[in-house]
């Protein structure tokens, strides 16, 4: 017997999508029946006064939960988003209702038995609701009392050795694609490199000490499955800089229609007989490719890495052998002065396990010495970028400033010379000047 009447949030139990309206009602109903017998430490009916709540926005068209909400765990600054509700005395189960960032595998491939024990953790001490994952990678435990977040993290900890994600100005949650796992195309272990960097970081993500908020995000190749170029701060993308490997007798078995274009991605509409002057020659954004006498030839020193024709044929091209990746800075929402995805800063750098990444951390921490003294209060390293220059940036990270960095080159004339740059320098007498050119 459902706690509260909710017949907006019921007609969202209709249609073919998985209902979220549907599965909180079964977590609902199982607390109520509680056939295991638990002592919730929060109260049962949490998941039907969510509903309650919900429905009463839906209702208003407003949110029923208060400004902001500072909590969280002895030892870190993040980690935890507090939130209480606006109407707790006709909601209770949701008075306080705080989320819980836990730090994700890279790849999000779980066992059955680590799910099992982190939902045991989540059923005694929260809502029994979760978000899996939020946008930045963390798995979210979504609903618990303050007094429960201690005990939550010595659990999570001494019996899972598993560690909270980030929250506020600092570095977040990390995250890769599958990469190497199991895509053909990763230029690099993504999520090796995401591992690796997230443990070096630790201290950086729990305690913040930044400006404002930092994320890491790797993509093994330029098809971005994680949109590290749109959601991380620093991007990390996957490349290589030899030859496109061509196998010819596949590319024949593409134009003699035995292997289907794109791995059959479009196979629900009839585009016609696979065409590969018109769906490779001619779609290559350099021109690069030619197919003459029933070969493809690849003029490599004009690819520009894109991955049209290897998603097209995965099965006749494949990446090169000598492989790096991309550092690209800057990305960010629209606040506060414009949305911006990265841009391009370091053009390749080798991933290299043996070294521990060094290429790679020198990288990174370059930038954050400089934004972390140069940033302003809440300010994007992508706004400090646009406000100090890109050059700044580029000398901050220790790289060349190289063509490779821009789209075109600025129209304005407005440029700015170092005083040693200029012969002469900068002092000047005017009498000198006087000498030569009367009032
Ligand atoms: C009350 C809760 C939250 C508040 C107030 C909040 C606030 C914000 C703000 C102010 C931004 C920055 C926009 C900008 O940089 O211009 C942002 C971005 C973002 N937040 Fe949240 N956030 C909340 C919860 C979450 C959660 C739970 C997640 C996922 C775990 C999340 C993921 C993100 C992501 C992916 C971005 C975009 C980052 C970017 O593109 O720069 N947020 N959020
Ligand atoms: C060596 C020669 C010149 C120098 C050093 C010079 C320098 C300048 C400077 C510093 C400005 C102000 C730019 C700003 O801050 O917006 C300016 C504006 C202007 N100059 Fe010159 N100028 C020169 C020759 C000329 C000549 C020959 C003309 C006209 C035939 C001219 C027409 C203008 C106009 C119309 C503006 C105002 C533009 C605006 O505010 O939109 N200038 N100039
Ligand atoms: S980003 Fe590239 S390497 Fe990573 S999973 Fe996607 S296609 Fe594969
Ligand atoms: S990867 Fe892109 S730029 Fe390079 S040859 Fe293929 S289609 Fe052309």
């Not at 407003?62 to 902001?68: A, S």
């Amino acid at each position: 017997m459902a706690k509260h009447k909710t017949p907006m949030l019921d007609q969202l139990e209709s249609g073919p999508w998985p209902s979220f309206v549907s599965d909180v009602k079964q977590e609902a109903e199982t607390r109520a029946k509680n056939e295991k017998g638990i002592e919730y430490q929060v109260p049962a009916d949490c998941p039907d006064d969510l509903l309650g709540v919900l429905e009463l926005s839906y209702n208003d068209g407003e949110t029923h939960w208060k400004h902001g909400g500072i909590v969280g765990v002895f030892g870190y600054g993040g980690g935890v988003i507090g939130r209480y509700c606006d109407q707790p005395e006709q909601f209770p189960g949701v008075a306080h209702f705080h989320t819980i960032r836990v730090a994700q595998p890279a790849g999000k491939f779980y066992t059955t038995k680590f799910l099992r024990d982190l939902c045991d953790i989540w059923e005694l001490r929260g809502s029994g609701l979760t978000n899996m994952h939020g946008a930045t990678g963390d798995i979210v435990l979504l609903g618990t009392q303050t007094p429960q977040l201690e005990e939550i993290f010595f659990e999570l900890t001494h019996n899972m050795n598993n560690d909270l994600g980030g929250s506020g100005s600092n570095l977040r949650t990390p995250a890769a694609c599958m990469g190497m796992s199991r895509c053909e195309y990763a230029c690099y272990d993504s999520q090796e490199l995401c591992y690796n960097l997230t443990q070096e970081y630790q201290d950086e993500l729990h305690r913040p000490a930044f400006p404002y908020k930092f994320k890491f995000k790797f993509d093994a190749c330029p098809n971005g499955c994680v949109a590290a170029i749109a959601r991380s701060d620093l991007s990390f993308l996957g490349t290589w800089r030899d030859n496109i490997r061509v196998d010819q007798e596949a590319v024949a078995a593409y134009v003699g229609g035995e292997i289907a274009p794109n791995a059959g991605a479009h196979a629900g509409r009839d585009w016609g007989k696979f065409d590969i002057v018109k769906e490779v020659v001619n779609l290559c954004p350099s021109g690069a490719i030619t197919f003459e006498g029933g070969k493809l030839a690849i003029d490599n020193k004009e690819c520009v890495r894109c991955m049209h024709c290897i998603n097209t044929m995965p099965r006749a091209l494949r990446i090169g052998e000598d492989t790096g990746c991309s550092i690209l800075c800057g990305a960010k929402a629209p606040i506060l002065d414009g949305p911006q995805m990265g841009s391009l800063l370091v053009p390749f750098v080798e991933v290299n396990k043996d070294d521990d990444f060094q290429a790679i951390k020198d990288v990174v921490e370059g930038v954050w010495d400089w934004w972390m003294e140069e940033g302003k209060n809440r300010e994007r390293i992508g706004e400090t970028m646009k406000r100090l220059g890109f050059a700044a940036l580029a000398n901050a990270a220790g790289v060349p400033i190289d063509a490779r960095m821009v789209q075109e080159p600025r129209h304005n004339p407005y440029i700015f010379w170092k005083a040693d740059e200029v012969e002469g320098g900068w002092e000047r007498d005017i009498e000198d000047f006087r000498k030569r050119h009367q009032r």
